[in-house]
């Protein structure tokens, strides 16, 4: 939620937590949109973040196999989950970003609106960017 992804960017945002490592079990989703926005900050344009979403397609193979071999999975029935709850499809990342845009104008704008300071954002591109 927004909440989740506000938090990943204020810890990014403060220099004394670098450096800074940050993921997920399967780090698709998520780490995905925490990704997504961090990049759309820093100015990178929606069809490079996408391109970027959808090489995790490729690095899920062994957590897959791991998931649907492990019994834990089985009991909990993910393992049984169809292909595409796996998938990182570079169109859905697209769609995210576009609403996105549409509904606060930027991933600034958005983050902005949800309390993440000018200076913050600064910082960001400052730690990330120099």
């Not at 938090?7 to 997504?36: N, S």
Request: aromatic share 6%; charged share 20%.
């Amino acid at each position: 939620n927004g909440d989740s992804v506000m938090m990943a960017l204020r810890e990014i945002a403060a220099p004394e937590r670098h450096p800074v490592v940050y993921h997920c079990t399967a780090g698709k989703d998520r780490t995905g949109i925490v990704t997504a926005m961090l990049l759309a900050i820093l100015g990178v344009d929606h069809e490079t973040i996408a391109a970027d979403y959808h090489v995790t397609t490729a690095n899920m193979v062994p957590i897959i196999e791991r998931i649907r071999s492990a019994q834990v999975y089985k009991d909990n029935g993910l393992a049984d989950a169809p292909d595409w709850i796996f998938a990182s499809d570079p169109a859905t990342m697209l769609a995210f970003l576009d609403r996105m845009t549409k509904m606060y104008g930027s991933a600034e704008a958005w983050a902005l609106q949800r309390g993440l300071s000018a200076d913050e954002i600064a910082s960001i591109r400052s730690l990330l960017l120099d």
